[in-house]
C-alpha cells in the first residue's frame, strides 16, 4: 500500500496478486522489490519509507498515530494541480501540475522524480473464494513515465508546470483518479503530494 503525504494526504494501493495479474502491474511489483516487501501482505508505507507495524485488530490506531505525525511535518515544496488542463476525453487522461519550491534546500536535490499514478478507485476481480465478483479500493494501474515517474530539476524562486498524459487503459473511466507526488529516490522520501479522488465520467 502506498501512502503518501503533504498538506493533503492521498494514497493508492499497489497489488501484487500472483493468482489475479488484472490487479498487479510490473510498476507494483518493481516497488516492492525495492521497498522489500517480499511476501509480507498488506504492506502499508507512510511518505514511501516507514513501514507501518502488522498488528492484527489494531490497524486503525497505528494508521492513525502515523497519518497526523506525517501530516505535522513541513515541506520544502507545495503542490497543485491545474483544473484547466486535468481531466480526460476518448482517449487519454491529463494532468496539469503546478509545483512551488518553498525552501532553497530543493536546489541541491538531485534525486527528485515527479510520480503520477493512476488508479481505479474499484476495480474488479474474481474471487475463487466467493466464486463472484469481488472489488478492491484504489486500484494503481498505471505511472506516468517510467516505474518511477519523471526526473525532476527544482529551483528556489521558480514555478514548475507540466501536464502530464497518457492514453487511457481497459479501465473504467468513471472511477478513474490520481496521485502525484515528488520523490527523493536516493532516500526514498516524499516531498509533497496531492491528488484527484475521481476524474469523473
Not at 480526460?88 to 503546478?98: K, N, Y
Not at 507540466?162 to 479501465?171: A, I, K, N, Y
Amino acid at each position: 500500500m502506498g501512502i503518501t503525504y503533504g498538506d493533503s494526504l492521498v494514497h493508492f494501493v499497489w497489488y501484487q496478486a500472483p493468482d489475479h495479474p488484472e490487479l498487479s502491474t510490473q510498476a507494483g511489483d518493481e516497488r516492492g522489490r525495492r521497498y522489500n516487501v517480499g511476501g509480507f501482505w498488506p504492506t502499508a508505507f507512510f511518505d514511501a519509507f516507514y513501514r507501518a507495524p502488522q498488528i492484527s485488530d489494531s490497524f486503525y490506531e497505528v494508521y492513525h498515530n502515523m497519518v497526523e505525525q506525517a501530516r505535522s511535518l513541513t515541506t520544502v515544496l507545495e503542490m497543485s494541480l491545474d483544473s484547466a488542463t486535468t481531466g480526460l476525453d476518448s482517449t487519454q487522461l491529463r494532468i496539469g501540475v503546478h509545483i512551488t519550491p518553498t525552501d532553497s534546500a530543493v536546489d541541491g536535490m538531485g534525486s527528485l522524480m515527479l510520480v503520477a499514478v493512476v488508479y481505479e478507485d474499484s476495480a474488479p476481480y474474481y474471487s475463487t473464494l466467493r466464486q463472484d465478483t469481488a472489488y478492491v479500493r484504489f486500484c494503481a494501474r498505471r505511472v506516468i513515465g517510467d516505474t518511477w515517474g519523471i526526473p525532476l530539476t527544482l529551483h528556489f524562486g521558480a514555478d514548475y508546470d507540466t501536464v502530464l498524459s497518457t492514453p487511457l487503459g481497459d479501465w473504467n473511466r468513471s472511477r478513474l483518479g490520481a496521485a502525484v507526488f515528488v520523490q527523493d529516490t536516493s532516500s526514498l522520501h516524499v516531498m509533497q503530494s496531492v491528488g484527484k479522488l475521481r476524474f469523473g465520467n
